[in-house]
Each structure stands twice: as C-alpha cells, then as structure tokens.
C-alpha cells in the first residue's frame, strides 16, 4: 500500500480526536470572530419587535434532548425579546421527551425577567395529537388545554383573556427538530386560522423550509446554531450560541480540510493506477 | 361476522375521510363543533397509541431476560431504569409538600423526577446524537469523492455553504456568505420546492387509495 | 451547592462520557448508558402517559361530567384488543378511524399549503411593473429579484422533470432532466453543509456542559471522571485480550 491507501485507510479514531481537539480548544480559548445577521433571522426578530405591547405569542417548543445545544438557545433568546417587549406568552411543545426542556427554559427566562405565571405567561406542556391538536387550538383554545401544565383551568387566567382560539393570536414561532414542527402548524394552523407565523430549526431541517420562507408561508427562519448566534446579536445578549460559534468555524474548517486532503489522495491514486496500467 | 372483520373498517375509513374532507369547506357552525369534537377524541386516542409502543418495548426485553439470551444483564438495567423513573415520577417531594404526578418543577423546585431527567435523560440523548459528529467528518473523509461533475458540484456547493456559514470563512472569504445565501434562497429552494411538491401529491394520493380502500396496509395482520 | 445540584453534574457527566467511549470501541459501559437512556425514556414516556390519562379523560369525565369522551376513550381501547389474538379485528375498527380521519384532514390542507401555495409562489412576473414601465432586476443577492424569479422556475420545472419517471427521458426530457440533477447536486451539497454544521453544533453543546461541569465548584467533575473512564476503559481492553478465544 503506498502512502495516498495508507492515509485513506488511517484509523477512524485519529479523525475523531482531531475533531474533538478543534471542537474543545475554541471553547477554551475563544477568539470571538464578528457574525453577520442574515434577512431571514432579521425577519422574526423585527415582527416581535413591532408588536405592541400586550399582544399575544405563542412558542412551541417543538424539540427533544437531541437538539438542545441548536435549538434551547433559540428559545432563551426569543423568550428574552417577547419578555422584555412585554408581550403575552404562551408557551407549549408537540414533542413528548422535550416537555421537562421546554418548562425549563419558560420558568428560568420568566424568573430572570420577573414574568409570572398565569398573569403574564403560561406554559400549556404537552398534549398528544400534533395536527389534530393544532386544529382543536385553532377551533377552541380551552377544550385542547382546559388546564396549563401546573393543573390551573385556562379559562380562569389573565394571561389567555381574550384568548379564544389560534386566530386571536398574533404570532407564533414554532421551534422544531423534525416532522410535528414547523410545516405542522403551517398546514394544520396558519392555513385556516391566518395567524402569523414563523420558525426556528436545525441545521438538518433548515434548508427543507427554505421554500415556505420564499412563499411567504413563514415570515422568518432561525436555522441551527448560526441562528440562534445572530439572534443572540440582534438583542444584545450574547451567550452560548455566541461562545459555540469559534468552534464551529474551527471544525467547519476542519471538515473542509479533510475533504480536500480525501480527494487530493484519491486522484493520486487514480493518476498511480492509470501509470501502472500504462505500464 | 366476515363484514364486521373485512368490510366495516374500509367502510369506516371511507366515511371518515370524504366526510373531514368535505368539511374543510363547510364552514357551517355545526360543521365547525363536529372538527372541534373529532379533534378532541384523536388526542385522547392518541393516549392509547404510546400505551402501545411502550408495551412493545416490555416485550422484546422480557423475553431476553427469560431467556438469559447474551447481554440480558442489560435488559435489567433497562427495568431499572424505568421502574426507578416510573417511582420518581409518582413519588411524594416533601421539599414541595405535594405529590409530583409526572411534574419536573413544582414552584420553581425541582423534583426528583425533575432531577433524573435533567441529569439523566438530556445527557444521554444529547450525548448519543452528539457522537453523529465524529462520524459525519469519518464518512465525509472516506468517501466524499469527486469521481464525476456531478459529485464534484456537490462537493464544491458543500464546501462554500460550510465557508459561508461560519463568521471565520465569511472573514476569509466575504463572498462566500453572498453565494451561500443565494445557493440557499433561489438554488436550494427550487430544488426543495419541487420535492416538497413531489411528495404532497403522492401524500395526497396514497390517502386518497387508504379513503377507497385501495390501501390497506394501515390495518395490520391477525386473524379475519 | 446543593447536594442534588453536584451529584446531578457528576451523573451527567458520568454518562456523558460513557456515551463518549464508544468513539473508541463498543464497550459495557457504552451498553451501560445505551440501555439506561432507553429505560429513562421509556419510563418518562408511561409517567406522562398516566398524567394525560387523568388530565384529559378522567377529570373531564368524572369531575366536570363531560361523558361524550367515551366514545374516544372506547375506541382507544378497541387499539388494545391487538395483544388479544383471537379479538385484533376489533383494533382494526380503531386503526380504521384514525387513519380515515387524518386522511380526511390532510389531503385538502396539504393540497392548499404544499401544493397551490408552492406553485402560485414559482409562477410569478417574470418583469416587474415600476412607474416607468416594466423593467428587469437581475440583482442576485435579491431572491425575489426577476433574474432569481427565473433561475428558480427553472430549477422547479426541471427537477420535477427528473423526478418524472413515466415517460422516457430523451431528446428535450433529458436536456431538462439533466438539468434538474445539477440543480439537485448543489441542493444537496447545501443539505451535507447544513447537516455538518448541526452535528457540530450537538458535540459543542456536549462538550461545553462538559467544561462547566470541570470547574472546582462541581468537584472538577470532568477531569476525575474522565481519568475513571480512561482507566476502566485500558483495564477492560486488556481483560479483552487476556480471556482465550471461543473455541468451535
């Protein structure tokens, strides 16, 4: 085997260990590189922003454990916005294991901003169904969650008066992992019940919605970790979608390189193999 | 008794489907509290659809255990987990004064239901999926070849997109969040649009064959 | 610092890294955490299962006398009658229900948001009207611009022919069809950059939790752990290679 086949058939764990050192060292040592905020991140922020005050959005969580580090920065950062606009929050999830997350990040945002329960937020959880659940919150807002997740009847809240159904809501922005997310609401919700809508995702998903962004179906789009770093620069609170993205420039370059290095071997292989047959 | 078995679940979907079909454009009230109702029952059934899936999973370990078949010592693990998750979550926390009943927090305290998906579930789900990582550079090292134009365009588009969304290839190279933009906003969304067209026809189509019985895949084996 | 709050870092980070040693080999302490994160979840699933049950059947039913829900309630239960040989037909009447009613509630919707609204946004003015008169934008960084507006109604159109397999692609077919693959590859190169990018995104999440988690303020649970893990891991490699072969 000359060098070009030893290197292509180098041991899979040295490819691992340089992916872990270029992750790791940039979280040790940030550099803090400037981020560029792109139109789509810009449009759901600047829909939030014109709100006024006392109108209501609603935020579904619509993700598991697995897309944390992507997406609960995404949240954190709307949260902070809808917060500090003053907004009326409801908060809520489609996805069953991302229940306990969603209640975290609604519970430590509100406390941090000095938001209470029932008269400024409410948090519904979980509820089985996804489009059939959206279509009973667009037809009555009540009989899909008479109760919030602490068990309090939702007719009987400050935060919901007024609240009937999906189209008395001003905005929603559906953050998602995968199917039960952002199409979901778009087809089983905004299509008949005309609230605005908009989305968070991760990087898998994101170029999939790139058509309902063209369309005008979403008004906005916050894909990954990338995203959830501009938003994090548009409302002045840089945290850790900031910090990651040091490492991701590093890895990003990391997978550039190993690339290229595969195919600089491959054609040196393909060009010894032809000399020989040549032969 | 063969109608009961055969004929009266396609005559059941049948109904169902022309008739949520058509209401989609009846907007007549009794219409409207008919979608409300209806609505409501699917996500109480929908209750019974994971009572299902998790009984599945009992099965398949119960059997290991049985059988002592290699690794069943795992399998108790696996009961162990659940049971151990099962008690937290219907476990009395005297710091709340209350029963949890399946409650991560209670007032702003944390149970210990709480406590073990925090610091058990979102770990190791993050974790697992986090090992996707080192594989996707593995893979992309070992085969992602240009051995046609084709390959080779998808390489280059892959490289200015990976360029263009971080801020070190938008500082090394400006243009690349340009093009990566443009790749997204006009090529790649053309490309999706017509898949996503693609599919929704077919969608549409195979529910309209589960409507009238062409398909029926969806009711299983067993006896008729 | 709470008891909870450090003994909750150092399972977290415990696990984590037993997660993390498969990167070197399938090993029981992987097996370990692999069978616990299915137990965890499949126990989370049953607890928020019985929550529902009362939530939304059993306080309706019992304490505001909402009995209509037990027409759902029935129907949910005929699903059960699958684990009963002799009586899975009667499932058949509940699988029947649900998936008539989702495909009812799905074709006109999707036809409305997936279909029509795609199409009305591919087929729009190819120039656009100013004051003027009508005039051509070909500004690419503006995707509604018309040079985009083109581009893009010939990559739908051509990838549509691609995917089009019913009739033979030659002569103008295959010129479009043709086309349609380039427009696919640089879709897809676009979809593996994302794609690299998400996964990265989910080890540097892992990885910062790990670094608080190495702060003196949880015990530097990280760097004690990972010694542990490295240290069972070398002992088990080599038990591995002390234990004779199976033989036959």
């Known amino acids: ?97 991302g229940t306990g997350l969603a209640d975290q990040v609604m519970t430590q945002v509100a406390r941090e901003m000095g938001k209470v329960s029932g008269k400024d937020y409410v948090f519904l959880g979980w509820s089985p169904g996804s489009g059939s659940l959206i279509i009973n919150m667009g037809q009555d807002l009540y009989k899909a969650f008479p109760t919030d997740y602490y068990g309090q009847p939702t007719r009987e809240l400050a935060v919901l008066k007024g609240t009937q159904t999906l189209r008395d809501v001003n905005y929603v922005v559906s953050l998602a992992a995968g199917t039960s997310g952002i199409e979901t609401w778009y087809v089983y919700g905004k299509d008949k019940y005309k609230f ?51 490492a991701q420039s590093a890895t990003h370059f990391a997978i550039i390189v190993l690339v290229i290095l595969c195919n600089v071997f491959y054609l040196l292989i393909r060009t010894s193999r032809k000399q020989g047959e040549a032969r | 008794m063969i109608f009961l078995r055969r004929q009266l679940p396609l005559v059941i979907t049948f109904v169902m489907g022309v008739v949520f079909a058509a209401q989609y454009y009846v907007p007549h009230p009794r219409s409207e509290l008919m979608l409300t109702e209806v609505t409501k029952w699917l996500q109480i059934i929908g ?11 009992f099965h398949i370990h119960a059997v290991k255990i049985r059988r002592k078949e290699p690794g069943w010592g795992y399998s108790l693990v696996l009961y162990a987990g659940i049971f151990g998750t099962i008690a937290a979550g219907f476990s009395y926390s005297s710091t709340a004064s209350q029963w949890v009943n399946g409650k991560e927090t209670i007032n702003g305290i944390m149970t210990a239901f709480g406590w073990i998906y925090l610091n058990m579930m979102v770990p190791l789900q993050g974790s697992m999926f986090a090992l996707l990582a080192f594989f996707i550079a593995s893979a992309a090292y070992r085969s992602f070849r240009a051995r046609s134009r084709e390959a080779a365009l998808l390489l280059i588009a892959a490289v200015i997109v990976m360029m263009g969304r971080v801020p070190l290839g938008e500082m090394l190279l400006p243009a690349s969040g340009d093009v990566t933009q443009w790749i997204l906003n006009v090529l790649n969304a053309s490309v999706r649009r017509a898949i996503l067209i693609g599919i929704s026809l077919g969608a549409v189509a195979l529910s309209l064959k589960i409507i009238f019985g062409i398909e029926r895949a969806y009711l299983g084996g067993g006896k008729e | 610092m709470s008891f909870e709050l450090l003994l909750g870092a150092w399972v977290a980070t415990g696990l984590t890294l037993f997660i993390f040693t498969f990167l070197y080999q399938d090993n029981p302490l992987f097996k370990l955490a692999e069978h616990l994160y299915v137990g965890v979840s499949v126990g989370y699933t049953i607890v928020k299962d019985y929550d529902l049950l009362v939530r939304l059947i059993y306080e309706p039913m019992v304490k505001q006398g909402d009995w209509s829900l037990l027409i759902p309630l029935g129907i949910g239960t005929l699903m059960l009658a699958r684990y009963i040989p002799k009586a899975t037909w009667l499932s058949r009447i509940a699988f029947a229900f649900i998936v008539g009613v989702g495909s009812g509630l799905a074709i006109p919707r999707i036809i409305s948001s997936f279909i029509l609204k795609q199409v009305e946004d591919t087929v729009r003015p190819l120039v656009s009207i100013v004051q003027g008169g009508p ?114």
């Not at chain 1, 309902?212 to 840089?238: C, D, F, M, P």
């Not at chain 3, 999440?205 to 190495?214: K, M, W």
């Open chain 1, 196 to 246: 605005e809508l908009g989305g968070g995702c991760t990087g898998v998903i994101a170029p999939g919605l790139y058509p309902l962004l063209r369309s005008g179906q979403i008004n906005g789009l916050i894909g990954g970790l990338r995203g959830a770093a501009e938003y994090e620069v548009l409302i002045g609170q840089k945290e850790r979608a900031v910090a990651g993205m040091d």
């Open chain 2, 47 to 57: 209750i019974f659809a994971l009572v299902l899936g998790v009984t599945s999973l």
């Open chain 3, 135 to 248: 005039t051509f934008t070909y500004n690419l960084l503006d995707p509604t611009s018309n040079l985009n507006t083109i581009v893009l109604l010939i990559g739908v159109v051509s990838v549509l022919f691609y995917f089009f397999f019913s009739i033979e692609h030659t002569g103008p077919v295959r010129v479009a069809a043709r086309t349609g693959i380039l427009f696919l590859m640089v879709a897809f190169g676009a979809a593996f950059g994302y794609t690299v990018m998400a996964r990265m995104s989910l080890l540097i999440g892992r990885l910062s939790d790990l670094i608080e988690y190495a702060d003196p303020q949880y015990g530097r649970a990280s760097l004690w752990l990972g010694l542990a893990t490295v240290a069972i891991l070398l002992l088990w490699n080599v038990r591995q290679r002390e234990q004779p072969p199976d033989k036959g």
């Open chain 1, 1 to 97: 085997m000359n060098f070009a086949e030893r290197m292509l058939h180098i041991d899979r764990r040295i490819i691992f260990l340089v992916i872990g050192v270029c992750t790791l060292l940039p979280l040790l040592y940030p550099v803090g590189l400037a981020i560029k905020v792109s139109p789509e991140v810009r449009g759901v922020h600047d829909y939030i922003e014109a709100l006024p005050e006392g109108s209501v959005f609603l935020l579904s969580m619509d993700y598991d454990p697995a897309s944390k580090p992507e997406l609960y920065p995404q949240a954190v950062a709307l949260l902070r916005q809808a917060f500090r606009k003053n907004l009326r929050v409801i908060g809520m999830t489609l996805w069953l294991p």
